[in-house]
């Protein structure tokens, strides 16, 4: 077993900036829509790995040769000679999303519901708090300034 450390580096290299790298060359140099779906699919790829991995982590992380496996997946998807990419996205994960698309769709829609309801009245209270603290502050500065000083009796005499 390599340990913790060398697969990780490894991942970061093979895993996301080589294939970054390969995209941006892709995307500047060679405009071909065979290239740019490629890459596409395996960003797509690599986003979902990324998300499941962050849930998944705790319970297989402590597996032997996990790291290894990890990073071999990530350089056979990018790999060209062996079409992972290809295989990996017709054949498991658009056939997955294409069945449950309308129910992601769905919990998407309700997910952006709550979450627009719970940042309106998170933001309603927090300006209704920030101006009763305002007013506050604005209370007790002005209670603290010392009185205006009593009229001098130069001045009183002009009065008069």
Known sequence: MLGYFLPRAFLMVFGYAYPAYQCFKT???????????????????????TVFERLIDAFVSWLPMYGEAKLALFIYLWCSKMKGTEYVYNCIFKPFMVEHEEEIDRRIGEVKVTAGDFVSQNWKMGLAYGRARSFEILRRVSSLAPPPPPPSSSENDKEN
């Open 27 to 49: 995307v500047e140099k060679e405009p071909e829509i065979e290239h740019l779906l490629s890459w596409c699919h395996y960003w797509i790829i690599v986003a979902v790995l």
